[in-house]
């Protein structure tokens, strides 16, 4: 092996290093970026009492970059497929139901660890109308499990997320 190689792949191997370094000082500046999984999505109702939103077993990622980045997407796996293949020829209830049981958006989160709460500010959203918004959420991290609740929606019940982080 010659000079120019050694030098060379001694320059790659420092260069990965600072990168890796690099990446891990900006996770470090935002406590919450990685792969989260969905764990649970209910709904706290107005009576006290907890039921699922989403089906008994939703499916959802969370993904958060070290800037604070995200995109959030929750299914609920019991959704019909479309009968015909093809989901420009739905029917009404195939689209309520591809409508109701999905929740996605992206965006910027930030964190204030002191209130304890984190704020969505939405940039893109299959509801169009949290478009432009900064929604505020209570949260709770313990260890590798992030819950939040969502604002209460015009019946009062109020959304519940759970997630896991994913190593």
Do not use: C
Not at 99 to 107: K, T, Y
């Amino acid at each position: 092996m010659n000079t120019t190689t050694k030098a060379a792949g001694a320059a790659l191997s420092l260069a990965a290093a600072l990168s890796a370094s690099a990446v891990q000082a900006n996770q470090a500046a935002f406590p919450l970026a990685g792969s989260w999984t969905l764990v649970a999505a209910d709904q706290l109702r107005p009576d006290g009492s907890r039921v699922h939103d989403y089906g008994a077993a939703p499916q959802g990622m969370l993904l958060i970059d070290a800037q604070g980045r995200y995109s959030l997407q929750i299914y609920q796996a019991e959704r019909p497929r479309f009968a015909s293949g093809d989901k420009k020829n739905g029917t009404a209830a195939e689209y309520q139901s591809a409508s109701l049981g999905a929740s996605s958006h992206f965006g910027t989160m930030a964190m204030d660890t002191d209130a304890r709460t984190l704020t969505f500010h939405i940039e893109g959203s299959g509801f169009k109308n949290w478009e432009g918004s900064a929604q505020q959420r209570q949260f709770e991290l313990k260890g590798d499990e992030l819950s939040y609740q969502v604002p209460p929606r015009p019946d009062g019940s109020i959304p519940i997320s759970v997630w896991r982080r994913l190593r």
